[in-house]
C-alpha cells in the first residue's frame, strides 16, 4: 500500500479514478481483513493445544529445577531448595497453562490482552 | 548428501570450513550453508520484488507488498503504534524463520530451524532485548510485572518467585516450539518415506499417500510456526512496552 504515494506525481487523468477505486477498496479490506489472522495466533487444533499445554507445562517446570540445582549448588543446601522450586516450578507451569486456557491467546499477564484498537488507521503506512 | 539410513541424519551438522579460534569452534557448516541461503533468497525476494515499484504491482512486487503488509498488520494488533520501530526486527525474524522452514522443505536440504541451538539463541536474544526495553521504558517499575495487582502482600514471597519462573519459561516455550514442530515432521516424513521402500510394490502405496499429505501438512506448519514465533515476540514485546 505504501508504495502508491511515491508514484502520485506522475499524474494523469485516470489516476483519481484509480485513487477512489483504490479507497473503496480499502475500505472493504478494512471491514474484513484479508489476513484473517487470528488475532491471538491460538492454534485451533486439539493437537496443537495439546502440544502447547505441555510445552507451557514442561518449560516453567524445567526452568524450578534448574534455578533449584543452581541455587542448591551454590548454597550447599543439596536436596531442599531443589524440591521447593520443583514445586514453584510447577505452580508456574499451571499458572501458564491456565492463562492460556482463560483466554489470553499467547500473552502473558494477568489482565486480557486487548489488542490496541484505537491505533491511528495511518499505522498501515509506516516506513513505506 | 543424505546417505545415512537414519530418519534423524538430516538433522546431523556437517563442518564445510572448518574456523577455530581459541577454544571456539565457529566453523562454516551446513547449517550456516542455508542461513546464507535463507538471507540471500528473503534480499533477493524483496529487492528484485521492489526494483521497480509500480503504481500497479507486478506478481514479485504483490507477493513483497503482502509480506509487509501481513507483519505491519500483525504488529498493529498486538503491539500498537509504539511498536513501529521494532517492525524492522520482526519482519526480519518472520523472514528469516519462514525461508529457513520453506528451504528445509526442499528433499536433501539441511532445516536449521530444527535445532534448538538456532532456536534458543534467537529466543534468548528477543528474550534479553525484550527485557531491556521493559527496564529501559519503565525503570524500576519493571519490577511491578511479577506482582499482580489486588494481591495481599502476605502472598508476595509465594507468588514473586512463581511469576519469576513464568517469565523466565518465555524464551524456552518459545524456542522449543518452533524446534519441535520442525523436528517432529522432519522426522515423521523420513520415517514413512522409508516405509514406503519396506513394504514395497504390495502395500507401499499407503505410506506414499500418507507421505504425501504429511508434505502439504508440513508446508502449513512451516509457515504457522514462523507465524507463532513472530506472533509471540510480538506479544511479549507488546508486554514490554505497556507493562500489565
Known amino acids: 500500500m505504501a508504495p502508491v504515494d511515491d508514484d502520485r506525481n506522475q499524474g494523469s487523468g485516470d489516476l483519481d479514478a484509480f485513487g477512489r477505486k483504490l479507497e473503496e477498496a480499502r475500505q472493504r479490506e478494512s471491514s474484513g481483513r484479508i489476513w484473517n489472522a487470528p488475532k491471538d495466533g491460538a492454534p485451533k487444533s486439539a493437537l496443537g493445544l495439546a502440544f502447547r499445554v505441555s510445552v507451557e507445562l514442561v518449560s516453567a517446570l524445567a526452568v524450578g529445577v534448574a534455578i533449584g540445582l543452581g541455587l542448591d549448588y551454590m548454597l550447599g543446601t543439596k536436596p531442599w531448595l531443589l524440591v521447593a522450586f520443583i514445586v514453584l516450578g510447577f505452580a508456574a507451569g499451571v499458572l501458564n497453562v491456565y492463562r492460556m486456557a482463560a483466554g489470553y491467546g499467547y500473552a502473558v499477564g494477568y489482565r486480557k490482552n486487548e489488542a490496541p484498537q484505537s491505533a491511528p488507521k495511518e499505522g498501515e503506512d509506516r516506513g513505506g | ?244
Open chain 2, 1 to 244: 548428501m543424505a546417505e545415512g539410513h537414519s530418519p534423524l541424519a538430516q538433522f546431523e551438522i556437517k563442518t564445510l570450513v572448518p574456523i577455530h579460534v581459541g577454544d571456539l569452534n565457529l566453523s562454516f557448516t551446513n547449517s550456516s550453508v542455508f542461513m546464507v541461503l535463507t538471507v540471500l533468497t528473503v534480499s533477493a525476494f524483496l529487492l528484485i520484488g521492489m526494483r521497480r515499484h509500480a503504481l500497479v504491482p507486478g506478481r514479485w512486487q504483490s507477493m513483497a507488498e503482502l509480506s509487509y503488509i501481513f507483519i505491519a498488520n500483525l504488529m498493529k494488533d498486538t503491539v500498537g503504534n509504539e511498536g513501529r520501530q521494532y517492525f524492522p526486527f520482526i519482519f526480519t525474524i518472520f523472514m528469516f524463520v519462514l525461508v529457513g522452514n520453506l528451504w528445509g522443505m526442499i528433499p536433501y536440504s539441511f532445516t536449521f530451524t530444527s535445532h534448538i541451538a538456532v532456536t534458543f539463541a534467537m529466543a534468548l536474544f528477543i528474550f534479553i532485548g525484550v527485557t531491556l526495553i521493559a527496564i529501559a521504558k519503565h525503570k524500576l517499575h519493571f519490577l511491578s510485572f511479577f506482582m499482580p495487582p489486588g494481591v495481599p502482600i502476605v502472598m508476595a514471597p509465594l507468588l514473586v518467585p512463581i511469576e519469576i519462573i513464568s517469565y523466565l519459561s518465555r524464551p524456552i516455550s518459545l524456542s522449543v516450539r518452533l524446534f519441535a514442530n520442525m523436528l517432529a515432521g522432519h522426522t515423521l516424513l523420513k520415517v514413512f518415506a522409508g516405509f514406503i521402500i519396506s513394504l514395497g510394490v504390495a502395500a507401499g502405496w499407503l505410506p506414499l499417500v500418507f507421505v504425501v499429505a504429511l508434505t502439504g501438512l508440513e508446508f502449513v506448519i512451516a509457515f504457522l510456526q514462523a507465524f507463532v514465533f513472530t506472533i509471540l515476540t510480538c506479544l511479549y514485546l507488546n508486554d514490554a512496552l505497556h507493562l500489565h
